[in-house]
């Protein structure tokens, strides 16, 4: 799954806070601040481990889960890409909308649309 | 770093023509990449449900292409929509878009409009219906925790 959907879930978004807050955790501990079942529990961390986002370590019988910083890394250095991407695309934005009101003067009649003399 | 998807502009142009350049395909094509890429293709009516595509090329060629749908249509106050990239780069999935316009006070010579622009959650019914908040800060205060550890 890919890393944000799996942060779409709020309890998957309370594991990782738990984890940023105190790791590695077993499962048992993770789910002890929570109402969900083991199995339910262990599905979400499946879900955070496929993602990318958690990594586990096994010891003997036992699994730790703790935060896997590259793919928090990998996540954050997209939503950053995204927000550049939009920036610029709202600079050529603006720039589209000032040849449109300048070619049609002040904008005294609003019914004109200036929209069909570029198109 | 602290990953922020809140954009807020001023444009100087009514809310009328600001959400017809954010959703007319004629308009679309003329800025709809960033300033070292050219817009290809736009194509969608904006309308709800239906779906929008666009590909934009760097100066070498590449192309990317980046899609979505319309959820919610609102002239000239509101747009929803989905927004998603093809191929390797869409390997974080479909985020939902939501551009709201406000018409500030201003003269009847240079109308102002307030645009803001929120990236801020998936295809996702249940996630946009909850008051609960987003990944994004989530995943800000997480960043915060890995910058202390390190």
């Given amino acids: ?119 | 770093m602290k990953p922020t998807l809140k954009i807020v502009r001023i444009f100087t142009a009514p809310p009328e023509l600001v959400f017809a350049v954010l959703t007319e395909p004629a308009h679309l094509r003329t800025w709809f990449a960033p300033e070292d890429m050219d817009v290809i293709s736009y194509e969608g009516q904006a309308q709800q449900g239906e779906n929008w595509r666009s590909v934009m090329a760097n100066k070498q060629g590449q192309q990317y292409t980046s899609y979505g749908t319309y959820q919610e249509l609102d002239p000239p106050r509101q747009i929803v929509m989905t927004h998603g990239w093809e191929g390797d780069i869409g390997a974080q999935g479909e985020t939902v878009i939501t551009i709201t316009l406000t018409a500030l006070e201003g003269s009847d010579s240079s109308p102002k409009t307030e645009m803001i622009f929120e990236q801020t959650g998936f295809a996702n019914e249940s996630l946009r219906d909850s008051h609960d908040e987003g990944w994004s800060s989530a995943l800000g205060r997480i960043e915060g925790v890995l910058a202390r550890l390190s």
Avoid at chain 1, 13 to 35: T, Y
Avoid at chain 1, 40 to 47: D, M, R, V, W
Avoid at chain 1, 65 to 94: T, V
Wanted: with cysteine; net charge positive.
């Fill in chain 1, 1 to 119: 799954m890919h890393s944000f959907t799996a942060l779409a879930d709020p309890t998957r978004r309370r594991i990782i806070e738990r984890l940023a807050a105190r790791s590695p955790l077993c499962a048992q501990d993770i789910g002890a601040s929570f109402s969900h079942s083991a199995p339910a529990i262990s599905q979400h961390l499946k879900i955070l481990r496929d993602a990318g986002l958690v990594r586990v370590i096994k010891s003997g019988r036992q699994r730790f889960y703790s935060l896997n910083p590259a793919g928090i890394d990998k996540a954050s250095c997209w939503l950053a890409r995204q927000h550049q991407l939009w920036e610029s695309r709202f600079d050529r934005m603006e720039a589209h909308l000032q040849t449109l009101t300048s070619k049609s003067g002040p904008m005294t009649d609003r019914k004109k649309k200036p929209r069909k003399e570029n198109s």
